[in-house]
């Protein structure tokens, strides 16, 4: 993306990333309409076509449902339960489905972190779309932000798998994780590297950054914790500024 904006632009771009995700043709395209163009093809030969026919699913409609139910749960814990009795199948196909979606980089999955405490929540995950427009495709909503309800879920997903590329391209390796207890304290993102534990809460609010969780700054005296909102975004998804 900086080979083609500058962090100023990106900054004023946000939105539209957002909306539309950051498959390359559709940063490429110049008209809003021509973006959604693009990632409803990409959702409708990609999802519906390659990925389907390749694992020889029969119900295309269930995984539809599926990514739809997901798509409203981004940020949240998932049941398979829950999903099952919301699809009108067995949990095991519920599992089958997310499997290939995962492998098939559609979604990504989020595990809960757990070292010590008891009550800290680590059976359940959360999923993310590996791009946020093709999640605005699936549930068909590209208004803007204004607009609508779910901005703050739309954040959380595009700072993990922005943050997922970071790592990729620097060659991080850690564990990641969300955390939470049962009692609801929780930080949206977990790193564990070299032995060290840092933890980010994702916030859309320019000025919002809410302090550590107390179990938190208790259970891991080392542990970091910030606040990524979008005043210091960049630095979390680019790293420090550099002269040019």
Known sequence: MLSIYNRFDLRQELETFLLFGTYPDVVLAETRSDKIEIVREIAGSYLLKDILAFARVRSARKIWDLLKLLAFQVGSEVSFNELAASLGVNVRTVQHH?????????????????????????????????DTGLRNAVVAQFNRLDQRDDVGQLWENFLVIERLKRQAYTFKLANLYFWRTYDQQEIDWVEEHE?????????????????????????????????????????????????V
Do not use: C, M
């Open 195 to 243: 032995g060290k534990l840092d933890g980010f809460e994702f916030k859309w609010s320019e000025h919002e950054s809410p302090a550590a969780p107390k179990d938190w700054l208790a259970t891991y005296r080392e542990a970091s914790y910030t606040a990524i909102n979008r005043e210091n975004y960049q630095h979390f998804l680019l790293g420090e500024q550099e002269n």
């Open 98 to 130: 997310l499997d290939l979606l995962e492998k098939a980089f559609v979604l990504y999955r989020l595990g809960g972190f757990s070292r010590n405490l008891r009550k800290e929540v680590t059976q359940k995950a959360k999923y993310y779309f590996y």
